[in-house]
């Protein structure tokens, strides 16, 4: 019955998380990939903010509240690496919105159609990012479309077990 009276799909879904895992969960994936990174250069093809931003845009099918997730998960991104502070917060807000706004029109318990957003956000995230640092802070880039390819086939792959994963802690109110 709940499925013919709910306005949105919001209502169908009642499902979130304790608070405290919307701040220790990304706080958690930008501490280890940033330290992994350091001792392990090849986990750098691996993002993990961007993966937790987009698994809880997609769940959150708020634009406004993901776009502000996003914002916060790419500025603390960008002050633990060499990057020009901003690059990863526009970026992931942007993709944080993207996300959000297609979580609230597909099936996001799929796993094939987590495997399909992992891939074009990641995709996404590449295009974004090479842009704003070759275009808007004319630094070098050096973009490859085969890597960006590996790299969103990695990312989705990994999304879609941690997305798995993340589904444990869900609790139904």
């Known amino acids: 019955m709940a499925l013919?009276?709910?306005?949105s799909?919001?209502?169908i879904d009642p499902r979130s998380y304790p608070v405290f895992l919307y701040f220790l969960v990304p706080l958690l994936a930008i501490a280890l990939q940033s330290f992994v990174t350091l001792h392990f250069s090849r986990f750098s093809?691996?993002?993990?903010?961007l993966l937790v931003t987009i698994y809880f845009a997609v769940l959150s099918r708020s634009p406004i509240a993901a776009t502000?997730?996003?914002?916060?998960?790419?500025l603390a991104q960008d002050g633990l690496t060499h990057r020009p502070v901003g690059v990863n917060g526009?970026?992931?807000s942007i993709i944080g919105y993207a996300a959000a706004s297609l979580g609230a029109r597909i099936d996001i318990e799929n796993h094939v159609a987590r495997l399909i957003l992992c891939f074009l956000f990641t995709f996404l995230y590449g295009a974004i990012f090479n842009l704003i640092t070759g275009r808007v802070l004319a630094l070098e880039v050096d973009w490859s479309w085969v890597h960006e390819l590996i790299r969103a086939g990695v990312n989705a792959v990994v999304g879609v077990a941690l997305f798995a994963l993340l589904d444990l802690a869900k609790r139904r109110d």
Do not use: C, K, S
């Not at 093809?45 to 903010?49: A, K, N, R, V």
């Open 4 to 7: 013919l009276t709910a306005g």
């Open 68 to 74: 502000f997730m996003g914002t916060f998960v790419g």
């Open 9 to 11: 799909r919001r209502e």
């Open 45 to 49: 093809i691996l993002d993990l903010p």
């Open 90 to 92: 526009i970026a992931n």
